[in-house]
């Protein structure tokens, strides 16, 4: 099948661009060095993928993650990277026979791991983004309440959101160190064989972590791609011209099919005027037809993803597989 | 069921403000005097509690859209407000059994449709949001090729997309019948029975339009409830606390589960900081525990919804009905 037999909008994955993406990755950080993030594409077939290279252990999002990645085979050891309430639903991962670990922050987190049958926790540190995570000097405490009510603590995580998209390393550096420092602390009081942390933006600088949460390098965006990364953007969104007047033209893909948190997409050789509902407005350098066939360059890869049911993966215009975005929904 | 049994984040649609909202605008716009817009909701059973009210010729957006309301019986008259090159896709629709009108603004749109065998056509006029539609100095020879190619020509459509969101009323009464006049010129030249255009921001003042499409008024959002309409925000995503910490509360509703496009969403007595993947950071002004639920406010609609399976309806803590967002996709 080629490209143009495809309805627009839809995303297409750079074959060669993800191989590419998951070898530098796995040679980068082999094994369980690397525990990718399956959020920023949700598609068990993309992580059979990077599974196949030895980077096996897999960090998730949601409950919803989990279960498919473990239906599909891949619960070697699978880490819940965020806090969930909901002993039920915690309950039927514990079951799925899958590797389950969840980062558990309070009380209250603790308490529903230990309700649902978790085995394995770990303890989740507030590392300077303000979002989930313990205070570090209390991590002590909570993992020391997590082992007196059965959990085992596999030891710390700690995400450094809040640096992973800075553009300039320098920066990054510095305030990346002052952060794992934190992290250290903590695993100081926690113990444990794990301190899990990092991003795609840090993969190569997060010495203190022992395996890093990298998920965007598999497919990149227009945000990671101002950092200079070894990572090709390997995702674009196909769409069709459907008008065109003297100033501007206007292609079949807008807010439904595209994140707009990290600002406008982009298109080569053209300035991006605005995206609605199902219509990107552009301006492009050399005049362009109704029918022709563009490719859009996502700002954010995760929310993005999630708009789509299929990663149709291409070579040039052959399209040579389509995967299922599997992991959609909670 | 409750709404404490739902897993979170979820759509909640309050069947008694969306009643009151269809009821509204039923009794403003009875009959075919609406054509309402299912881009917004993308639910045909919402859809259906619109036809029931005597509003029963719809606007779609998308192939898609025109498909599943034909599937679901409601293809009395569709009119896909938007520009298709695709005629095979357009040839589908013209098989479905439905009354199937598409916009036409080139001369490609128009083939597209004639090779696709679509009967009937609007002209999709220009009125001043950089989008489709033909220049109103063009309509009238487009619809002379048209008729020549044997299509029916039921008249025009313009929308005042760049108006409708407009808070000052004045202003956007000003501007409409700016815009509007473009519109009734293009209609002197093109002929037919309908001047389709107008949306919820104007869905009072365009007196020159012959049907409304309107589509936020059933289920609203934070942007357009600045306008001081008669609709109520009966939309909201309920979400679970996850994370408590001094200054600040997370909880389990982000990129994915919220369109960004018209800034943050909103949540009573609180103030939001900002939204990550699965996350949204706040400060309630009364402290939350991990585990409570709150109702969050969309700041756009469409694309909100577009993220979502099924929308809960609920009449209080009481989920009273589910429905499948079955118009998502493309």
Redesign the interface.
């Known amino acids: 099948m080629r490209t143009s037999q495809l ?4 995303l297409l994955v750079d074959a060669a661009g993800l191989e590419a993406n998951l070898d530098t990755m796995a040679q980068a950080l082999p094994g369980t060095r690397l525990r990718p993030h399956v ?1 920023a594409h949700k598609c068990t077939a993309l992580a059979v993928h990077q599974a196949a290279r030895g980077n096996t252990a897999f960090t998730c ?3 919803a993650e989990m279960e498919g990645m473990a239906r599909a085979g891949l619960g070697e050891d699978l880490l819940l990277a ?5 002993a039920t ?1 915690l309950g039927a991962l514990a079951r799925s026979g899958a590797r389950v670990t969840v980062a558990v ?2 009380e ?2 603790i308490a529903a791991a230990v309700r649902a049958g978790v085995p394995e926790v770990l303890i989740d540190v ?1 590392v300077g983004l ?4 313990c ?1 570090p000097e209390d991590a002590g405490r909570l993992a020391e309440r997590a082992r007196g009510s059965g959990l085992a603590v596999r030891g710390v995580m700690g995400y450094e ?1 809040h640096i992973v998209g800075l553009e300039d390393r320098s920066t990054r550096t510095a305030m990346l160190e002052e952060s794992m420092a934190q992290l250290v602390r903590a695993h100081d009081l926690v113990g444990g064989d794990v301190i899990s942390a990092g991003g795609t933006g840090t993969y190569d600088l997060n010495t203190w972590a022992t395996e890093i949460q990298a998920g965007s390098y598999a497919l990149m965006d227009t945000a990671y791609a101002k950092l200079g990364l070894p990572f090709a953007q390997a995702l674009t969104v196909l769409s ?6 003297d ?2 033209t ?1 292609a ?1 893909c807008g ?3 595209l ?3 990290h600002g406008n997409p982009s298109v080569a050789d053209a300035e991006v ?7 990107l ?1 552009f301006a492009p350098q050399a005049p362009l ?3 022709d066939r563009i490719r859009v360059l996502p700002a ?1 890869v ?2 993005t993803v ?2 789509h ?1 299929h990663l149709h993966v291409v070579d040039g215009d052959e399209v040579v597989d389509r995967w299922d975005v599997d992991l959609r ?2």
Chains 1, 2 share one sequence.
């Open positions: 309805t627009t909008p839809a959020k999002a949601t409950a965020n806090e969930v309430a909901d639903r922050d309070s209250e987190t507030n303000p979002r989930c995570g205070l959101g069709t011209v459907i008008s065109v007047s100033t501007w206007v079949d807010l439904k099919a994140a707009m948190d005027w605005f995206c609605s509902d199902e219509h407005t037809r109704v029918g954010h995760d929310p999630a708009y049911e929904g909670w």
